[in-house]
């Protein structure tokens, strides 16, 4: 029995008056934008949103990732983003010599894994994309990161994430809850995807699921998976090595829902121990020092340090300190269960290429 979990849960319940004000609030929200009291800019051009009813993991970076890896080569896209934890302010657009710090840990994975895409962040989505179209020309499409809420723009096509175990018809608003937007703003939403569901998840499962979520007619879900990749060092993405059932692991990480990476691991390896620091925690020396030290008191032949690859981006300032370190990057992706991918593919595709058409014929 967890007696930690046992408490928090209470304490959250205690808390129900509080969610229920913040609840009205957004409802309240809601239907100013719904009523056109409050304005939402639409831009005419493509722009796709990523974005959960909830706080917490849902994958929405990895969603990004995917987006941008069947993009890139086809158009000229961009990304969007708060660049949450940044020590910057206002609009910037990463650049050759761009630092986490300046736009965020997201953002920054974003920009080392796609470089030729231009990644921009802003707290007003609405100022930062003309922003972005003024400063890279002959643009076709932007992904606008976590921007469901921000309804001060109009997302042209809108992709809701969920994840398995916790989908938003069962939850709550924060504090009690998780959620930070009313469960009927899915309506909005044109794709609905639960992520992180097993993979061997059952037909009847599937069907369960959708039934509880109540899609639109309009509405497409789906359900992915997460799948782990081979880790590659943190200084050298050439250099990989496998988890194996020799391997003792330390698992170094700051992110909102590392239980999928903790239940991977204790699949896979040895043993695991875990060094757990908040979300977008900003590491210091004496962090990684703590680490060490643990480390060099696991008494093993075969060990090494694990972190996520959004941690890395956080990490990679300790240049010297991590070259002689067996410190590994487990990256992850969403695969989509049922063989559904390309019909995701198709509808993302469907939606910009359409786009562009009734551009041209204006």
């Known amino acids: ?56 993991g849902t994958g929405k970076s990895p969603m990004v990732e995917y987006l941008l890896g069947l993009l890139h080569t086809r158009y000229k ?43 921009a962040v802003g707290e007003e989505r609405l100022d930062a994309i003309p922003q972005l179209l003024h400063d890279i020309k002959d643009l076709q499409a932007i992904i606008l990161d976590d921007a469901f809420q921000h309804r001060s723009v109009q997302a042209g096509f809108n992709i809701l994430l969920t994840e398995f175990g916790n989908t938003y018809n069962h939850d709550f608003f924060l504090p009690t809850g998780d959620l930070r937007d009313e469960r009927g703003s899915a309506k909005r939403a044109h794709v609905i995807i639960v992520t992180k569901c097993p993979p061997n998840l059952s037909e009847e499962k599937r069907q369960k699921i959708t039934r509880a979520l109540r899609p639109k007619n309009y509405q497409r879900v789906f359900f992915t998976c997460i799948e782990y990749e081979t880790p590659y060092h943190i200084l050298d993405v050439m250099s990989k090595r496998p988890i194996t059932s020799e391997d003792e692991v330390l698992l170094m990480c700051g992110i909102a829902n590392p239980k999928p990476l903790k239940n991977y691991l204790h699949e896979h390896a040895r043993t695991y121990y875990q060094q757990d620091y908040a979300d977008h925690h900003i590491f210091s020396i004496d962090d990684l020092q703590d680490v060490v030290g643990q480390f060099n008191s696991i008494a093993a032949q075969h060990k090494f340090i694990i972190t996520t690859e959004k941690d890395a981006v956080r990490l990679t300032k300790f240049q010297e300190e991590l070259k002689s370190l067996p410190f590994y990057v487990l990256p992850i992706k969403h695969s989509f269960l049922f063989d559904e991918g390309p019909q995701f593919d198709g509808l993302i595709l469907s939606f910009i290429n359409g786009f562009n058409t009734n551009m041209q014929h204006e």
């Open 77 to 119: 896209v961009a990304t969007v983003s708060r660049g949450y934890k940044r020590k910057t302010k206002g609009y910037v657009l990463a650049g050759a010599s761009t630092t986490a710090l300046e736009i965020g840990d997201e953002p920054m994975l974003f920009h080392q894994k796609f470089p030729s895409v231009p990644v």
């Open 1 to 56: 029995m967890n007696f930690n979990t046992i408490f928090l849960t209470s304490f959250r319940v205690l808390l129900l008056p509080l969610a229920i004000l913040y609840g009205a609030f957004i409802k309240i929200r809601n239907w100013l934008f719904d009523k056109q009291y409050l304005r939402s800019a639409r831009f005419n051009f493509p722009l796709i949103c990523v974005g959960n009813l909830a706080v917490g």
